[in-house]
């Protein structure tokens, strides 16, 4: 029987991560969940005061010290457990793990539904070391893992698993005057959706219109939140999504929770909000690839060019093109007339595209996983 270790850093991280401890838990595996549940991102060896933690293994005589973690661990893990593993301090933690003979298994914390220049920058750069050292990645469905592996991701290393932080949700569920509008920290669709967010505050006094941005969104846009009631923590969320009877955005990894709890779930056209220009080459000049260029070394703007490809460009707003089409039969789109208002979504024909199982199961397969296989 293995002994787990499980590190969150941050609220998110929590999330994705304790439902797989409750599994460890209720199957009498050892673990040590180390774990921040608070939105900001943390160093445990700099703020271990701020971090809790979950056992079920005795303290013993024996001990083993952790530099990255900042105090001695009661037993000598042989797996770490872990998500977001392309920041820090997750990257330098797998590092000092692995030299420990640590079994490294990354739960992914992102359904990648379309494709985008972006996707495949970021699942390059998490080939990269010490990233690569993880053993495996359990991703949320075959689509997922597609959208991946079209971007040059190492299929090899994924296992479908379902998405862990969806198990166990238990809600008492209404329809009332609610709706959310769900934003994105990319600045292509930023600007459009608080502007919507805006009308449909205007032209539905009577009903409680709520934004829920993207973790890193007040921060990347500080003046944009003036009078915009927003969702701030994942407790508010809860239960205001229980109570809402609309759910607006971008068919992304964040709509999973409407989708599953039967809420009308409304898209955002992906031509009219800017995910289209995700694919334009030319968007990247200045900033983006400034920024790139030094993750990934590139040294001129051509280089950069040439290894995103047209190929790769073509191929993903095929796919992207059909994800729209096929997502259209299902569900609702917005539109300036609002017709949304009068239509129901048909959330289950579409749930396919983030999981492939939908069973509130998903972290017994990774923990049979690493038991059995």
Known sequence: MNKYLIIASDERSYLDLKNVALELKNQ???YFFLYNDNPTKLYPHVSLNKFKYDTNINPSDKTY????LGFELPFKPNVLLITN?????????????KQWGCFIGCIENASWIHNSIKTKLELTSRKSFPSNCIDVFFDHSKWCLETKIQAGWWGQKSVITGNPRHDNISLNLTN??????????EIEHHSKIINIYKNLKNQY????????????EKKDFPNDFQNIKTINNHKEFLKLISKSTHNIGIFSSVMYFPLIMGKNVVVLDHSFIGVEDELNIENFKGHEFNFWKNILNFNSFLEFKEFISPQYIKEALKR??????????NLVFYDKNHTFMDIKSKNQEILNYYTDYND????KRIINYIENE
């Open 205 to 216: 006094p009577k009903w409680e219109i709520y934004y829920k941005p993207h973790p890193s």
């Open 320 to 329: 992207n093109k059909e994800l729209e089409k096929n997502i259209s039969k």
């Open 85 to 97: 593993e392309n920041w820090e301090p997750e990257k330098t933690i797998l590092w000092e793990f």
């Open 176 to 185: 009332e005057n609610i709706i959310i509008v769900y934003g994105s920290m």
């Open 65 to 68: 010290p952790s530099k990255t």
């Open 360 to 363: 509130n199961q998903s972290s």
């Open 28 to 30: 009498n595996i050892p």
